[in-house]
């Protein structure tokens, strides 16, 4: 799997995010996706609607500690590494894994993760594509 990493500066200016979160359907939907492409076999997704809270729960590979610190904030994804990369066709069912960071925009954004294969867990609390809280677990 590929690592998370924050795109050249460059190459913001290059790009426009294509996903708009304009619904709960369509946050639940992204969310997905990225369990998805994250090798999930099993994914649970439980929403209040009246309280606008989504949870996704997946066997997906995970996220490793260091990938975790850039999660979430904007250019940052392991779908795409540079603008050659578009042409080439991306395989992956979601965008760029732009949704954590558009999400962190709009709400209070709690990842929790375990890579597989690693002994621990990690946390991150998102807030405007600010890290608010990340550690171990």
Known sequence: M???KRL???VHSSLRSCIFLFDLTRVVEEL???SVDAGASKVHVSVGVGACYVKVEDDGCGVSRDGLVLLGEKYATLKLHCLSEMDAGIESVGFR???LG???DVSLLEVVTKARG???GHRKVIKACTCCLCGSI
């Open 97 to 99: 894994g732009e949704a």
């Open 32 to 34: 997905v996706f990225n």
């Open 118 to 120: 690693r002994p621990n």
């Open 2 to 4: 590929r690592s998370i």
């Open 102 to 104: 558009s999400l962190s």
């Open 8 to 10: 050249p500066r460059a």
